[in-house]
Every structure is written in structure tokens, then in C-alpha cells.
T-cell receptor
Framework: DARVTQTPRHKVTEMGQEVTMRCQPI?????VFWYRQTMMQGLELLAY????????DSGMPKDRFSAEMPDATLATLKIQPSEPRDSAVYFC????????????????FGAGSRLTVL | AQTVTQSQPEMSVQEAETVTLSCTYD???????LFWYKQPPSRQMILVIR??????QNATENRFSVNFQKAAKSFSLKISDSQLGDAAMYFC??????????FGAGTRLTVKP
């Protein structure tokens, strides 16, 4: 089965350090989402891309977060400087839009990156 | 803006029984998609079932089925013959074409042996 690959799976860092999370979407998918999951806020959309172009990053704190797709096989989410409140699980998901009638094209999630900022 | 509401933070069901998880959403669109995702303790988000709004027939996947009421903007998930492996967080989600996928707050399902 095709998978969305996220690295690292776990990251512990100290406040003020730079953190980069990476995502390899499924080959052929043209849409990539970044979500953040916390107990308090649930699943929050941070940013999403279509054909590598950012469509919406309004959910992302612009002063410290940045998201890019340097090529079709890699999406990155960077936090600089990191803060304790950034501790969360970060999910990447990819899909192919528009969907065909076959129903085969839905969002597929990666396993998530658990970030702890001390 | 589209919002998704799951009013049941927690639910429990006896093994082999049936449970229904509720979801309502708000939209002004007529053609969209609705989903239920399952998140077990492993954190992996797993698609359980999807429903296209233009289809009147309720989607079914083995023991999982939905009750889609478009006029009421309701999309509930029924799990029949519940199994221990069904214990997880369940998220309802809405997606309209080029926009982002919106998730509800989730319902934690416990299955009692």
C-alpha cells in the first residue's frame, strides 16, 4: 500500500531550537496538508498545498512557522524558534483533487511526528 | 465557514453491540464529501467510511454504516457488532472541493468486553 512518510516520528528539543519536520506524500498526489493535533485544540489545519503551491497557511503562526514544498516528493514544516506550546503531534496528509468517481482518492495520513519542546 | 460538531466527547459500547456516533456540520454548499476517520492509540488516522453529498444512498463498509441526512446536515456513524479493536478516537470530517478538510473534536469510543 502507498504511504505518506513522515520524519521524525519523535522529536524532543529545547525551547528556542529550530525544528524541521518532513513529509513524503504519495506519488501522484497533488494536495498536501499539514495538521497539528493537541488535546486542547484537536486537529488544526496549519497549511495546505496544491501542485506544490501554498493555498492556505492562515492557520500557521507566521512569525515562527514556515511550510514549503521544494519538490513534489517533499513537504517541510519548520518551526524557528520552537516554544513549549508547540508541543503536539504534527500530521501530514496527501490526496488527489479533484476526486474521480472511483472513490479511490481520499486523504491519506502519515503516522505523525510527535514534538516535545522543553 | 464550514464547521463540524461532534457532541459526544466519549461513548462506550458493549462488545458485539451497536453504537452510533453523532456528527453535524454547517455548510452552504450542495456538493461536498463527509468522512469518518478512526485514530487508535497508534495515532495513525485511518479512513473508515466516506459519503458523497450528491449520493442519497448511505455508505456502508462491512460493520460500519452512516446515516446521512443532508437537509439536517447530520452524518452519524453506526458500528455494528462492536469489536475490541474498534476502540479509538473517531473524527468526523468535511471536505469541499478545493478547500481544506475540517474535522470535528472527536469522540472517544470505549468497547467493553
Amino acid at each position: 500500500d502507498a504511504r505518506v512518510t513522515q520524519t521524525p516520528r519523535h522529536k524532543v528539543t529545547e525551547m528556542g531550537q529550530e525544528v524541521t519536520m518532513r513529509c513524503q506524500p504519495i506519488l501522484g498526489h497533488n494536495t498536501v496538508f499539514w495538521y497539528r493535533q493537541t488535546m486542547m485544540q484537536g486537529l488544526e489545519l496549519l497549511a495546505y498545498f496544491r501542485n506544490r503551491a501554498p493555498l492556505d497557511d492562515s492557520g500557521m503562526p507566521k512569525d515562527r512557522f514556515s511550510a514549503e514544498m521544494p519538490d513534489a516528493t517533499l513537504a517541510t514544516l519548520k518551526i524557528q524558534p520552537s516554544e513549549p506550546r508547540d508541543s503536539a503531534v504534527y500530521f501530514c496528509a496527501s490526496g488527489l483533487v479533484p476526486w474521480g468517481s472511483s472513490g479511490a482518492n481520499v486523504l491519506t495520513f502519515g503516522a505523525g511526528s510527535r514534538l516535545t519542546v522543553l | 465557514a464550514q464547521t463540524v460538531t461532534q457532541s459526544q466527547p466519549e461513548m462506550s459500547v458493549q462488545e458485539a453491540e451497536t453504537v452510533t456516533l453523532s456528527c453535524t456540520y454547517d455548510t452552504s454548499e450542495s456538493d461536498y464529501y463527509l468522512f469518518w476517520y478512526k485514530q487508535p492509540p497508534s495515532r495513525q488516522m485511518i479512513l473508515v467510511i466516506r459519503q458523497e453529498a450528491y449520493k442519497q444512498q448511505n455508505a456502508t463498509e462491512n460493520r460500519f454504516s452512516v446515516n446521512f441526512q443532508k437537509a439536517a446536515k447530520s452524518f452519524s456513524l453506526k458500528i455494528s457488532d462492536s469489536q475490541l479493536g474498534d476502540a479509538a478516537m473517531y473524527f468526523c470530517a468535511y471536505w469541499y472541493n478545493n478547500n481544506d478538510m475540517r474535522f470535528g473534536a472527536g469522540t472517544r469510543l470505549t468497547v467493553k468486553p
